[in-house]
RNA sequence: UGGGGUGUAGCCAAGUGGCCUAAGGCACCAGGUUUUGAUCCUGGCAUCCGGAGGUUCGAAUCCUCCCACCCCAGCCA
């Protein structure tokens, strides 16, 4: 599952045939997008494999905007789409947009309406609605079949020219309204739309819909192999008629495979919109988003989303990854190069009783247990600390190894100590522990006879830096949010995705940090500085927690 | 019930008629190491490849029929 291991899926085994038969000599993929939103990780899949190809058989491949809809669409997804390609570890060949080829692909109209292949449909939407038929029964001609050349051209030209409203007239292509592919059925070529274009502006008033455009711009281009999702199998037919019926100076291949999916995450456009527009994030980047934007604020690293791809492979099956094959590889990932720190995230104090007041101790730990190369650094050690609270309790279950009443608990890089009293508030819950501390036990010493198997996280009160933490869980809470087809995905959605914890205290080393290093708080987890972080507000968030073998016997 | 697809373990996924009494990863289970209940290491985890027939000396791989699931009736992509 690491880099250097080329994949393998059905879909390089055609290029190497391709290669082979001498059918092709050079590869060119591209990745399509609509610059409608922001890229999610189901993208990184058809990036992974469009450049990974690209790369692997020193081929071409094009960053193209699929913008032939301008009502949708807006140059701030273009930019956002870059930056996303980029940080993912891609470069383009070229960049591109369907609309640099707007007057190629209107002569390519004016081709088809001369070989008598297109005209112009003056059918209303409901009533070509109405013609087309259904899934089993096959559709009817339009009046407008049959015009002429002429007329066809003619027409044509004043949807150009601006001469109809939207909606008044429509070019198709005339191949079979009885086709049981519905997408032979004299399909829309173009639509009148009297609206600016993010980069064409008032240039055009017809657009060509994705069929028209969309092979006609792989063939321009030159790509060989055009790979994109399932849902466009049935599309094919169509692709291939505008080639072999067009003067297009290549013929590429559309080859189709399956999207990506992951449990506990919605992976559609639309739905991510509405969960950004409706306020059930805060936005795109939102780290709970399963968008490029959001796993790089969250702390995801390229590799980690890459070799993620790679592990789950390209297939033409439906599937739903389990997210903990993602958080899988982000923890493979960190483990090796993640600098170790602690940091406390529900503060208890502890007083060690015997240890002098006024007085601490600077110990020289290791940022990394299996890394001697990553150094080391100072954190103190004092009579006042903060644990974990969720490292205390007043009835601890069997085999629960950490403090509780009289139990003995060893401070990670100090000494053993042991509980003998404990502070409460009027409720009875514990706001302060009282503990005893063993000198024989210091810096890791442990005199025989004497097991202690817990080990804890610390800082010192008053040598340590305030935090916030931001906990992520999942953004749903069923692992399909689509399956009950009589609720709204939004009805499932998690309301613990997020928890801040504002009061949190961590070691000093991380107040003079890095906003670009990716911390394992140890026994707690992943952990990143937020954008938003600063010297004067530390805010981290957490990635992924590390495996918790104690969690699961706990429940 | 038209057309297009897909069915190998809980989730992915190799496998392209004999070396398959079916790779690998995740998950899970059992041990070992460990100053992170982390990491790491060891072992376990489909007599079976959607089902039923058939072809063949031999099938997950070929044929037939059946079943299940996904996609398609936007002037979206």
Known sequence: MTEDVKPVNFIRQIIDEDLSSGKHTEIVTRFPPEPNGYLHIGHAKSIWLNFGIKDDYQGKCTLRFDDTNPVREDAEFVTAIEEDVRWLGYKWTAIAHASDYFEQFHDYAVELIRKGLAYVDSLGADEIRNLRGTLSEPGADSPYRNRSIEENLALFSKMRAGEFANGEHVLRAKIDMSSPNINLRDPILYRIRHHPHQRTGDKWCIYPMYDFAHGQGDAIEGVTHSLCTLEFEDHRALYEWFIENLS?????????????????????????????????????????????????????????????????????????????????????????????????????????????????????????????????????????????????????????????????????????VKCTDVIRDVTGQAIELRVQFDPETRGGNQPVGRKIKGIIHWVSANHCANAEIRLYDRLFSQANPLADKTKEFTDSINPESLEVLENCKVEMSLSTSSSDTRYQFERTGYFYPDKESSAGKLIFNRIVTLRDTWAKLAG
């Open 248 to 416: 297009v100076p290549s013929k590429p291949r559309q080859i189709e495979f399956s999207r990506l999916n992951l449990n506990y995450t919605v992976m559609s456009k639309r739905m991510l919109t509405q969960l950004v527009e409706q306020g059930y994030v805060h936005g795109w980047d939102d780290p709970r988003m399963p968008t490029i934007s959001g796993l790089r604020r969250r702390g995801y690293t390229p590799a980690s989303i890459r070799n993620f791809i790679a592990s789950v492979g390209i297939t033409k099956k439906s599937n739903i990854i389990e997210m903990g094959v993602l958080e899988n590889c982000i923890r493979e990932d960190l483990d090796p190069v993640a600098p170790r720190a602690m940091a406390v995230l529900r503060p208890l104090k502890v007083v060690i009783e015997n240890y002098p007041e006024g007085e601490s101790e600077i110990l020289d730990v290791p940022n990394h247990p299996a890394n001697p190369d990553m150094g080391t650094r100072k954190i103190t050690l004092s009579r006042e600390i903060y644990i974990d609270r969720d490292d205390y309790m007043d009835e601890p279950p069997k085999k629960f190894f950490r403090l509780g009443p009289g139990r003995e608990v060893r401070l990670r890089y100090g000494f053993i």
